[in-house]
């Protein structure tokens, strides 16, 4: 490598990047290069450390004894932690031929306390590190936008007409089609446009016949971009230019569709208000299928513009709720409507559905209203099957307002819950917390608060039943092992190389959180909202609320961003986290989550007394 090349390297580990220009130079200065053979002892467990490593290429095993506690690859950094503590606790082994470069550890602790921003990420506390990850994610991923391509903005579909068509029968097609734009094709083969505002400035304004040719009112001279060219050139064409639109062709320079000025900013803009616009307008189921499948699109342009998990779950999860607001209206009988609550539970009732996992919902029915089971059975299959059409897959609890049991009279869930809180089984508590989470999403709101306040009025002051609702979380365990090395479970052929990051880190935070706020008749269901409750309730101390809402947001985000990969490569969804695939900061910040989830565990299993259930 070219200095240049050492530079860039080093530069772009991170926190490296922090370093000043001084600092760079004298780095790229005392490095070395080192080969490593496959199999090879490169720090002894015990030994005293004496540079910090930078991996090239290869792979590295660290290991306590001979258990595999981590693995390191190109591009990633080890061991700082021994080198700042000037003893190493584990041994590091090479799992294959490996080629790195070496930094002296007197080079790199003189460095750390210079650098204020280095020595602030090599000693900062659990929370603030993951608060740090969260804004050096954000100005890196700013990035991904300028590599956008034309074809993931919405492109309308290129409808052509032949140069007969007159100026009634082209407005009809763009009628019918619902286009904003046409193009026609000449007799000599050339392509033409007319837009909207051709029929108004040209045919309402000029009083045209509307028998005439549409030709007369159509322009030529269009200018063409790719669809996997850059979509920020394209934005650079049309400002050149002064057009609202191009036409848009594939690699076998075919016209493939129209972008328009308004396509374009709403991508930038993440296209949510548009979005909203017509689920709002929207009259048909049709035409809301249509504003849904804008969704997964949203979520990878808001999460490659780095925005805070948090905001990307609650701006998503207001465009669902509007979704199943507009279709319950859309598909519901009118009486019905204006005497129920639709809500939905779980992930989407928390706000923290981000990705379409299973449908949560159900139907509380007022007392006094009268409907046919056939009709009512019509309709929420009807409902249920709508949003299987639209991407939502049916839940495999068959918890759905399809199934009868989730849709049903007011009185008649007040006997539920009682039974729920009354008949401690392992389905009744399943079924408490997921009901726990519901939110209004449609009709009467006043439907799911009164049964919220009867559960916390039949569960009140009963210790015993809090102890067994939170005793769940002690099933799962958190994938650390006891030299913070992740943990597998052998037992399981899909996680013999992965973490389930969900029931590892996320329900256990989850759970645990849902445990101590039904204990103190909190409304909230959102999980971030509950833990600032609690804070303010001084049931969690300030410490502990931040360091949860950090790991929280941390393995939610991780998790979105290993589901993104996986939808690119056309792979099922699911809560699997392979740690070999994350980088040296990614994997920390991983095991720092863990222990904050370890550390909430403990305090439940002294609160509730978990022990002795």
Request: hydrophobic share 40%; glycine share 2%.
């Amino acid at each position: 490598m070219s200095i240049l090349e050492q530079k860039a390297f080093i530069s772009s580990i991170y926190p490296f990047q922090n370093l000043t220009i001084n600092q760079l130079d004298t780095f790229v200065e005392k490095i070395d290069i080192v080969y490593f053979k496959e199999n090879e002892i490169i720090q002894k467990q015990g030994s005293v450390p004496t540079s910090l490593f930078f991996i090239l290429k290869g792979l590295i095993q660290e290991k306590q004894d001979q258990e595999v506690l981590s693995i390191y690859s190109k591009n990633e950094i080890f061991d700082s932690v021994s080198l700042i503590e000037n003893y190493s606790k584990n041994s590091f082994v090479t799992a294959e031929e490996t080629i790195c470069y070496t930094l002296p550890r007197d080079i790199f602790i003189k460095i750390l306390h210079e650098n204020q921003e280095l020595e602030k990420y090599f000693f900062q506390s659990i929370s603030q590190k993951l608060n740090n990850n969260i804004l050096y994610e954000k100005n890196k991923e700013m990035a991904n936008i300028m590599v956008a391509k034309v074809k993931d903005a919405k492109i309308h579909k290129a409808v052509i007409i032949d140069e007969d068509k007159t100026i009634f029968e082209a407005a009809t097609i763009i009628k019918k089609e619902k286009i904003p734009t046409l193009l026609l094709r000449d007799k000599n083969n050339e392509i033409h446009i007319i837009t909207d505002s051709d029929f108004r400035q040209k045919v309402i304004l000029d009083r045209m016949d509307f028998d005439d040719k549409v030709i007369k009112i159509s322009s030529t001279g269009l200018v063409y971009v790719y669809e996997d060219d850059f979509l920020f050139n394209a934005q650079l064409i049309m400002a050149k230019h002064g057009l609202k639109r191009v036409v848009v062709k594939n690699d076998k320079d075919e016209i493939v569709g129209i972008l328009d000025q308004i396509s374009l900013s709403s991508f930038f803009a993440t296209n949510i208000f548009s979005v909203s616009n017509q689920i709002v307008k929207a009259e048909t189921v049709a035409e809301l299928k249509e504003a849904s499948l804008s969704f997964i699109k949203i979520i990878k342009s808001l999460n490659a513009k780095g925005v805070k998990i948090e905001f990307i779950s609650k701006l998503i999860n207001q465009l669902n709720k509007k979704l199943l607001d507009k279709l319950y209206k859309i598909l519901a009988p009118k009486e019905l409507f204006e005497n129920s609550c639709l809500v939905v539970m779980g992930s989407e009732g928390r706000s923290e559905q981000i990705l379409r996992t299973d449908q949560d919902n159900a139907l509380i029915i007022n007392d006094d209203f009268i409907i046919s089971e056939d009709e009512l059975q019509e309709f929420t299959s009807k409902f249920t099957e709508t949003l299987v059409d639209f991407g939502f897959p049916r839940c495999e609890g068959n918890i759905m307002l399809s199934n009868p049991y989730w849709c049903r009279k007011y009185s008649d869930f007040k006997d539920l819950i009682f039974q729920w809180v009354t008949e401690p089984t392992g389905d009744n508590f399943m079924n408490l917390a997921i009901f726990y989470d519901a939110i209004c999403v449609s009709g009467d709101k006043q439907l799911i608060t009164k049964l919220k306040e009867y559960l916390f009025k039949v569960a009140d002051n009963s210790n015993q039943f809090n102890a067994h609702f939170a005793k769940i979380i002690t099933s799962f365990d958190v994938p650390l092992g006891f030299f913070d090395g992740f943990t597998f479970n052998t037992k399981d052929e899909k996680e013999r190389n992965q973490i389930n990051i969900k029931k590892g880190g996320i329900f256990i935070i989850v759970q645990g959180i849902r445990s101590l706020s039904l204990e103190n008749k909190i409304f909230n269901t959102n999980t971030t909202k509950r833990i600032l409750k609690l804070n303010e309730l001084d049931v969690i101390d300030n410490e502990l609320a931040t360091e949860l809402i950090m790991a929280f947001n941390f393995l939610t985000s991780i998790n979105l961003k290993s589901n993104l990969e996986k939808l690119d490569k056309k792979e099922k969804v699911d809560n699997y986290i392979n740690p070999n695939n994350l980088n040296t900061m990614e994997k920390d910040l991983l095991k720092d989550s863990f222990k904050i989830v370890n550390k909430l565990k403990k305090k439940l299993e002294f609160h509730f007394k978990l022990n002795y259930v």
